[in-house]
């Protein structure tokens, strides 16, 4: 991250009237809509920044760091396409991008989209950072004007799934939007039922909008019915953990996860007498 201090911002911005941005953007709120303010009733930034002549704490600490070597632990390698759903104000995004990645953002906040593109415009690297201010589930809209389908060579879900309200069709959208080879990293809470989905709905106090929880079994299966495969799980922390899926290729839902046809509510012997 010492690619993003104050030194090497673009030419043409302005030192301290940069600082002014950066600094007066925590506790304001960004419009009035209400699509809007229901997630954002305050700005935080996101993960902490030091620009060198001053820093910023975010919610988010150290986090981008962490899950980078969690990641790379197990073997991944940050290179290519890179798509980082919910960015925030880009600390992963930024991270991403100066370890020579191309990085398309995702963030439904548009206010932290706006922050993030405006980073990676005072940093000169707008051609290698871009972030699109939407929902996850918008993908596929946008996909008809903008080329994303079977781009990308990783798709980075960290700290998001427990927030969609459909976690398996969000998991589809993952493996329509990765080349064949490509991986899935998520990062997630999960539940302590084993071989549960909880639901909590949208919105309950301490959860932060948070729809539901899977446990680890669950999370395994609903990345196998949407076609990934060699789907590794581990612990990470208390009611925590990460996957990594693989898109070896194209398969349709209906034939993701099954290897055999199956039928309810009756049974075939090999004579074919039911």
């Known amino acids: 991250m010492g690619r993003y ?4 911002l673009a030419e043409g911005v302005d030192l301290e009237e940069f600082r002014r941005h950066i600094e007066s953007l925590p506790g304001t709120v960004h419009g009035d809509d209400p699509e809007q303010t229901m997630f954002e009733n305050e700005f935080y930034w996101g993960h902490n920044h030091d620009f060198g002549t001053f820093r910023m704490k975010g919610r ?21 396409q890179v798509l980082d759903v919910g960015c925030w104000t880009g600390g992963t995004s930024l991270l991403l991008a100066a ?59 960290a700290g998001v799934l427990y927030h969609v309200s459909d976690p398996l069709y969000a998991l589809r959208i993952l493996f329509e939007l990765l080349r064949d080879g490509g991986k899935v990293l998520i990062e ?15 919105q309950v106090p301490g959860l932060g909008y948070c729809w539901f929880t899977l446990s680890p079994e669950v999370l395994r299966r609903m990345m196998e019915d949407v076609g990934f495969v060699s789907v590794q799980y581990e612990d990470t922390a208390f009611l925590r953990g990460m996957a990594i899926g693989t898109r070896e290729r194209h398969v349709g839902m209906n034939h993701a996860g099954m290897p055999r046809p199956v039928r309810f509510g009756w049974h075939s012997d090999e004579s074919g007498q039911s």
């Open 99 to 157: 370890m020579g990645c191309e990085v398309t953002g995702v963030e439904e906040v548009v206010h932290y989209a706006e922050v993030a593109n405006y980073l990676a415009a005072a940093f000169g690297i707008q051609d290698r950072l871009r972030v699109i201010p939407g929902s996850l589930y918008d993908i596929p809209a946008l996909s008809a004007s903008v080329d994303l389908v079977g781009k990308f060579d990783l798709a980075l879900c």
């Open 188 to 202: 997630t809470m999960t539940s302590g039922m084993e071989g549960y989905l909880e639901y909590y709905g949208p």
């Open 5 to 8: 201090t104050v030194e090497h």
């Open 60 to 80: 988010q600490e150290d986090r981008h760091y962490e899950l980078a070597q969690l990641f790379m632990g197990k073997g991944i390698e940050f290179k290519g």
